[in-house]
T-cell receptor
């Protein structure tokens, strides 16, 4: 079963606007990660936020984590056409946290 | 880009035939993973390895086997392929440390079609 679920499933915005994607999960976690996938390619790691962190920034990316609500959000500011991709959250799972469980992803389209 | 090579990149085969996919890494990372990606299901873990000859099952392991005889190679085998195994298969690697603290690095996938 999926640990993380992204919302919305698809998002289409104009270039320059901000894009917000949400992720909800079910069980306690140590960390949550966000990945990007361009069409026809593998996933690329974007950012990791630990369970004791509430917010983290990386360039135009801002990730928040609310462990009380078991949710995270990814904000991309000043979007560009090159940001068009699918975005996935992933949470650690299982004993020893050797595995990640991925959500189904949000398909983001940036219109020029 | 992390040194991960998946082969073949595309394969079409018939139901009932054996299929082996290869993942090769040049990073000397301890952990290697096989996922499948299907519309509506996201990325699901098939098997993973935490060292040479050390493997464990993931969420959707039925019908798949794996082997890791060298640090750099992780093989995924479909003993008798079925149409339900048509999918895009991704290999990922991760350095040592608690799983949640280390990002995974992905190959570009193998698109497998079983007719």
């Amino acid at each position: 079963s999926q640990q993380g679920e992204e919302d919305p499933q698809a998002l289409s915005i104009q270039e320059g606007e901000n894009a917000t994607m949400n992720c909800s999960y079910k069980t306690s976690i140590n960390n949550l990660q966000w990945y990007r996938q361009n069409s026809g390619r593998g996933l690329v790691h974007l950012i990791l936020i630990r369970s004791n962190e509430r917010e983290k920034h990386s360039g135009r990316l801002r990730v928040t984590l609310d462990t009380s609500k078991k949710s995270s959000s990814l904000l991309i500011t000043a979007s560009r056409a090159a940001d068009t991709a699918s975005y996935f959250c992933a949470t650690d799972a299982g004993e020893g946290a050797q595995k990640l469980v991925f959500g189904q992803g949000t398909r983001l389209t940036i219109n020029p | 880009d992390a040194g991960i090579t998946q082969s073949p990149r595309h394969k079409v085969t018939e139901t009932g035939t054996p299929v082996t996919l290869r993942c090769h890494q040049t990073e000397n990372h301890r952990y290697m993973y096989w996922y499948r990606q299907d519309p509506g299901h996201g990325l699901r873990l098939i098997h993973y390895s935490y060292g040479v000859k050390d493997t464990d099952k993931g969420e959707v392991s039925d019908g798949y086997s794996v082997s890791r005889s060298k640090t750099e190679d992780f093989l995924l085998t479909l003993e008798s392929a079925t149409s339900s195994q048509t999918s895009v298969y991704f290999c990922a690697i991760r350095d040592s440390g608690p799983g949640g603290n280390q990002p995974q690095h992905f190959g570009d996938g193998t698109r497998l079609s079983i007719l």
